[in-house]
């Protein structure tokens, strides 16, 4: 089987830096996902992770440690847009739409 | 470009009826989609996935005779709850990958939200 662990909520402060945590127990391993979803809408891929290391895109970041199962978002120069739900996921196989998605983590960024 | 479109966005039905959903993609060919189910504040849940041509996979707990999934086309999958009771009140999303992207990237609808009463 597989699962996934992540912080129910954070909160931050606008200009903050935000990491978010997501660790996972898989069967087999194709990558780590995250997903923005802000409330009442669908969610939006932000980045994925295969390799080990640091993947950036703008203002948003995402690690991985296969080794330690372990992976992380990383929000800089948090705005109030921010505020949203942010899931980990990972594909069951070479198809992303086949995913097992964490809880999510319900970010809220305060002025 | 991927852009997956839902139809229709919300919907309020009566006990017992039925609801179809549609799930379209609009610039490119899905050979494969998948529907999520959504509760509040909760995360997604993969329900099924759609194949082009042949019959949808189920995930273990899903009832494939209350979720009908028919996949009649490469840019069209159709969810239809049948006999739909206030449990089956939900968000419902459907994804879909394309090609090269198939391996990291799902585009998912904007959901509809089935109510029940």
């Known amino acids: 089987g597989q699962s996934l662990e992540q912080p129910s909520e954070v909160t931050a402060v606008e200009g903050a830096i935000v990491q978010i945590n997501c660790t996972y127990q898989?069967?087999?391993?194709?990558?780590l996902s995250w997903y923005q979803q802000h409330d009442g809408g669908a969610p939006t891929f932000l980045s994925y992770?295969?390799?080990?290391g640091l993947e950036e895109t703008g203002r948003f970041s995402s690690f991985l440690s296969r080794s330690d199962s372990y992976g992380y978002l990383l929000l800089q120069e948090l705005q109030m847009k921010d505020s949203a739900s942010y899931f980990c996921?990972?594909?069951?196989?070479?198809?992303?739409?086949?995913?097992?998605f964490g809880d999510g983590t319900t970010l809220t960024v305060k002025p | 470009g991927a852009v997956v479109s839902q139809h229709p966005s919300w919907v309020i039905c009566k006990s017992g009826t039925s609801v179809k959903i549609e799930c379209r993609s609009l610039d490119f060919q899905a050979t494969t989609m998948f529907w999520y189910r959504q509760f509040p504040k909760q995360s997604l849940m993969l329900m099924a996935t759609s194949n082009e041509g042949s019959k949808a996979t189920y995930e273990q707990g899903v009832e494939k005779d209350k979720f009908l999934i028919n996949h009649a086309s490469l840019t069209l999958s159709t969810l239809t709850v049948t006999s739909a009771h206030p449990e089956d009140s939900s968000f419902y999303i459907c994804s879909a990958t394309s090609g090269e992207r198939a391996y990291n990237e799902q585009f998912f609808g904007p959901g509809t939200r089935l109510t029940v009463l």
């Open positions: 996921a990972v594909p069951f196989n070479t198809n992303a739409g086949k995913s097992t």
């Open positions: 992770n295969a390799l080990d």
């Open positions: 898989t069967s087999g391993f194709y990558g």
